[in-house]
């Protein structure tokens, strides 16, 4: 089955600077590559996603990039806010076969942003 | 307002007893997921159902039941079977089978056993 890893599990940025939190997975077939958004207590909200047509897609400050034959992917995370402190998840999915449809997560990343 | 509601927000439960954890949702999706969540381990799938009447096992389904007799609801048991039941519990839904869509997730119950 899939398999994603996420990097780093914690980080620390001062308000303003970038944040950037990198995937990798190990399916070729994996095609749909959401991330996601979980403040305390709730439960993860979608903020931005890619599917593997494309190898960039951007929305305001947020910004995904995927390189398929590398098989990785990232989120980046300009003019960081305190509001932007959050726990996200990368994740993945394929189209086909066994557990399509399915999305695999990453283990999340903890980003701090110091005012 | 649209949207997946889980309850309790809390739960508590003795050692032995089996609990349910609703999950209901008015956005007429197909499909509906039961993850776990512990600290440092991300997300996993415990059962999802992909239209009513039929569900599967994700990949710690262990100690755990599911039923979907109607589209907008897909209940969590934790029986007493599941050896460390503390946790939690995230049900999410998307759109229809066989579309790489957003999935929409509850605000998550959290489980204590006591």
């Known amino acids: 089955g899939e398999n994603v890893e996420q990097h780093p599990s914690t980080l620390s940025v001062q308000e303003g600077d970038s944040a950037v939190i990198k995937c990798t997975y190990s399916?070729?077939?994996?095609?749909?590559f959401p991330w996601y958004k979980q403040e305390l207590g709730k439960g993860p909200q979608l903020i931005i996603d890619?599917?593997?047509?494309?190898g960039e897609k951007k929305d305001q400050r947020i910004a995904v990039t995927l390189n398929k034959t590398a098989k990785h992917f990232s989120l980046h995370i300009t003019e960081t806010q305190p509001e932007d402190s959050a726990v996200y998840f990368c994740?993945?999915?394929?189209?086909?076969?066994?557990?399509?449809?399915?999305?695999?997560f990453g283990k999340g990343t903890k980003l701090s942003v110091i005012p | 307002d649209g949207g997946i509601t889980q309850s309790p927000k809390y739960l508590f439960r003795k050692e032995g007893q089996n609990v349910t954890l609703s999950c209901e949702q008015n956005?007429?999706?197909?499909?509906m997921y039961w993850y776990r969540q512990d600290p440092g381990q991300g997300l996993r799938l415990i059962y999802y159902?992909?239209?009513?009447?039929?569900?599967q096992k994700g990949d710690i389904a262990e100690g755990y039941s599911v039923s979907r007799e109607k589209k907008e609801s897909f209940p969590l048991t934790v029986t007493s079977a599941q050896k460390n039941p503390t946790a939690f519990y995230l049900c999410?839904?998307?759109?229809?089978?066989?579309?790489?869509?957003?999935?929409?997730f509850g605000q998550g119950t959290r489980l204590t056993v006591v």
């Open positions: 399916d070729s077939a994996s095609n749909y």
């Open positions: 159902s992909q239209i009513v009447n039929d569900f």
């Open positions: 994740a993945a999915s394929q189209s086909s076969g066994a557990g399509s449809y399915q999305l695999t």
């Open positions: 956005l007429n999706h197909d499909a």
């Open positions: 999410a839904s998307s759109i229809a089978q066989g579309a790489n869509t957003e999935a929409f």
């Open positions: 890619i599917r593997s047509n494309v």
